[in-house]
C-alpha cells in the first residue's frame, strides 16, 4: 500500500463510550477523500487522533509510509500533515500577513540559525514575506492583509484558516468543514479556491454540504456510530441503500 | 541594498515600519540620560523607577507577548537581588560578576518552574506561580542565618565598576550602571520580540489551539520565554541590591509581585515601554499619594486602576496610541 495518509486498527473510547471503532482509512496520493457522517458520528476525534491532539486507545496512524501515532502534534505539521477548523481558529489581534508569515517562518525555523529566528527582524526575512502576500493573493486575501484579523468579515476567515494551512506546505491537507456557516451566496469564493488546490495536495474533507463533497470528492467514506459504514465513488455511496438509510431513516 | 529597499513592496515596508525604532522611543531614552543632569538630587529614585521598569518589561516578555499570567515573578526578582547580595557580602564584590551569577541562578529557578506551568489554564498558573512566590518567601524568612530573614541581609559591599567607578551616597554612578544595563537589556528584548520567534509568541498568546496547529512547540517556546524573563528579571533584583548595597526580605513579597503587575497594566501590556511608563507613574503617584495620605493612599490607587481597567484598555500607551490614531486620521479628513 502507498498511501500517503492511512489508519489502521484505529479505536478510541471515553470511558464505555466507543468514540472511534476499527477504522481503517486510507488515503492515496492526490485524494479528494470525503469523511460524511450524521452528527455524532465521531469525525471530528477521528481528525483529532490525525492530528495528534488526542491518542487513540489503540491502532496506529501513517503518514507517507511512517508511523505517527506517538509524534507530537506540531511534530506531524512539519511533516506534512496540516489541518483546518471547523470554528475559526485565528490569530484575532495579528494582521493575516503577520500571520501566515509566522506559519512560514515556523515551516523554514531550522533554514535559519538560532540567532537570526530570535533576534533578527521578520521585516528582514522578505523572502518569506513575499511569499506569504503570494499565498494570501491567492486566496483573495490581499486586499485585506494588512489589518487585524478579527475585523474581516466572515468568509474572509474562512479563506485565512485555509491560508494558514497551506502556508505549512502539507503534503496532507484535512479540511474541517470549511464552508461551516458561511452563507450560500459567499460560498463560491470558498469552492473556487478548493477546486484550484494543487494536485500534489491530498485532501480529507469533511463536510455536512452534500453539494460540495459531490462536486469535490473522488472518494467518500461514510462514518455512522465511529464506524466506516462504506467507502467508494460518490456514484456507489448515493446508490448504496445502507448510507439512504442512515440519512434519510428507514422506510425509503 | 538601497535598490531593493526601494522596491520593496507595500507589505514588506509594513512590517519593517512596525519593526523601526521611532522617534518617540529614541525621545524616552533621551529623557532618561536627561534626567541625570535635570534631578541630580533624585538619582537614587530614578534608579529605582529603572529597575521596578526593567522588572515589569521581563513580565510583559511573558504576559504581554506570550501570555502567561504570573503572581508570582517576585520569586525571579528576589533570586537576582539575594544572589548579587550574598555574592557582594561573601567577598564577590565586582558587580559584573555579580549580575551575571544572579541572571545565571534565577533564569536556572525560572527553568525549573516553567514545567509546572506550561500546561494548564489561566487559573492553575496564577495559583501555581502565587505559590512558588509565598513558598520562597517562607524559605527566604527561616533561613536567617544567610538571608538575615526579616532584617534583611546586611554587609552587602559593591565593588567599583571597573574597578574605577565607585557607588556613591547619591547615586549617580549607580543611575549611569543602571540606565545602561537596562538599556542594553531593553534592546535585547525588542530585538527579540520583533524576530520570528517573537511573532510566533505573540501567536501562542492569541490562540494555542491554531499555533500548534501551525507547527509551533509550545510548552518548548513557554519553557523558554519563561526562563529568559527570569533572568531579566534576576538581574533587575540584582541591581537593586546593588544600588543599595541591601537586600530586604520585600524583594520576594507578594505585594511585590501584584504591584509589577498593575504596572505593567496601567503602562499597557506587550507595548514594550509598557513596563517603564507604568513603573513611572506607580512610583510617582505612590510617592505623591502617600505624602497627602501615608494611612490610606491605596485608596485613589485603587480607584484609578479600575478607572483605567475599565476605560482606558491597553493601559496609559494603549490609550496614547488611540490618541494618536484619532489625530492622524482626524488630519487626513482636514486634507482631503
Not at chain 1, 143 to 168: I, N, P, S, W
Not at chain 1, 179 to 208: Q, R
Not at chain 2, 181 to 189: A, E, K, R, W
Amino acid at each position: 500500500m502507498n498511501a500517503i495518509l492511512q489508519t489502521r486498527d484505529l479505536w478510541k473510547a471515553f470511558g464505555g463510550l466507543i468514540v472511534t471503532k476499527n477504522v481503517n482509512l486510507s488515503l492515496a496520493p492526490g485524494a479528494r477523500h470525503a469523511l460524511i457522517g450524521p452528527n455524532g458520528a465521531g469525525k471530528t476525534t477521528l481528525i483529532n487522533q490525525l492530528t495528534g491532539v488526542l491518542r487513540p486507545s489503540s491502532g496506529s496512524v501513517w503518514l507517507d509510509g511512517e508511523e505517527i501515532t506517538r509524534i507530537p502534534a506540531n511534530e506531524r505539521v512539519c511533516r506534512g500533515l496540516s489541518r483546518t477548523f471547523q470554528i475559526n481558529t485565528l490569530f484575532p489581534q495579528l494582521t493575516p500577513l503577520e500571520a501566515v508569515t509566522n506559519a512560514i517562518c515556523v515551516r523554514e525555523r531550522t533554514r535559519l540559525n538560532i540567532l537570526k529566528r530570535r533576534f533578527f527582524r521578520v521585516s528582514r526575512r522578505s523572502a518569506v514575506i513575499d511569499e506569504a502576500y503570494a499565498l494570501l493573493e491567492q486566496l483573495n486575501l490581499a486586499q485585506d492583509c494588512l489589518v487585524e484579523t478579527h475585523t474581516l468579515a466572515y468568509g474572509k476567515q474562512r479563506l485565512l484558516e485555509m491560508a494558514l494551512a497551506l502556508a505549512t506546505k502539507p503534503k496532507v491537507l484535512l479540511l474541517d468543514e470549511p464552508a461551516a456557516g458561511v452563507p450560500e451566496g459567499e460560498s463560491d469564493e470558498l469552492f473556487e479556491v478548493l477546486n484550484t488546490l494543487p494536485k500534489e495536495i491530498s485532501i480529507l474533507l469533511i463536510e455536512h454540504d452534500m453539494n460540495l463533497v459531490f462536486n469535490f470528492a473522488d472518494r467518500i467514506t461514510v462514518l455512522v456510530n465511529g464506524e466506516e459504514l462504506v467507502t467508494g465513488t460518490p456514484s456507489e455511496i448515493v446508490e448504496d441503500p445502507r448510507v439512504r438509510e442512515v440519512y434519510l431513516g428507514k422506510g425509503h | 541594498m538601497s535598490d531593493n529597499l526601494a522596491k520593496a513592496s507595500r507589505h514588506v515596508s509594513f512590517l519593517r515600519g512596525r519593526e523601526r525604532w521611532k522617534s518617540a522611543e529614541i525621545a524616552f531614552w533621551l529623557t532618561l540620560v536627561g534626567v541625570y543632569f535635570v534631578f541630580p538630587s533624585s538619582l537614587v529614585f530614578a534608579s529605582q523607577i529603572l529597575i521596578t521598569g526593567l522588572f515589569a518589561l521581563s513580565l510583559d516578555m511573558i504576559l504581554g507577548y506570550a501570555g502567561i499570567v504570573t503572581l508570582g515573578h517576585a520569586a525571579f526578582f528576589g533570586i537576582g537581588a539575594y544572589t548579587a547580595g550574598l555574592m557582594a557580602a561573601h567577598g564577590w564584590h565586582d558587580p559584573f560578576l555579580g549580575l551575571l551569577v544572579a541572571g545565571v541562578t534565577a533564569g536556572i529557578a525560572g527553568y525549573l518552574c516553567s514545567f509546572l506551568l506550561s500546561k494548564g489554564g489561566d487559573l492553575t498558573r496564577l495559583m501555581i506561580t502565587l505559590g512558588i512566590g509565598l513558598l520562597l518567601y517562607e524559605v527566604v524568612n527561616s533561613a536567617t542565618k544567610y538571608t538575615g530573614g526579616v532584617d534583611g541581609l546586611q554587609g552587602v559591599e559593591i565593588g567599583k565598576l571597573f574597578g574605577v567607578f565607585g557607588f556613591d551616597l547619591y547615586g549617580k554612578t549607580a543611575y549611569i550602571y543602571v540606565l545602561i544595563i537596562s538599556f542594553l537589556l531593553f534592546v535585547f528584548t525588542r530585538s527579540m520580540m520583533n524576530s520570528p520567534y517573537g511573532l510566533a509568541l505573540r501567536s501562542i498568546r492569541e490562540n494555542q489551539t491554531r499555533a500548534l496547529a501551525i507547527g509551533i512547540p509550545i510548552s518548548a517556546c513557554l519553557t523558554n520565554i519563561y526562563s529568559i524573563a527570569a533572568v531579566i528579571a534576576g538581574i533587575a533584583g540584582a541591581l537593586l541590591t546593588q544600588t543599595t548595597q541591601f537586600v530586604g526580605i520585600d524583594v520576594l513579597s507578594f505585594q511585590r509581585s501584584a504591584d509589577l503587575l498593575l504596572i505593567l497594566i496601567i503602562g499597557g501590556t506587550a507595548t514594550m515601554y509598557g513596563g517603564f511608563v507604568g513603573a513611572v507613574v506607580f512610583l510617582l503617584a505612590q510617592n505623591w499619594l502617600s505624602n497627602l495620605n501615608p494611612q490610606y493612599w491605596q485608596f485613589f490607587l485603587g480607584i484609578l486602576l479600575i478607572v483605567m481597567t475599565l476605560y482606558l484598555r491597553g493601559g496609559i500607551l494603549g490609550g496614547f496610541s488611540r490618541l494618536v490614531n484619532l489625530f492622524r486620521h482626524w488630519r487626513n479628513k482636514e486634507h482631503s
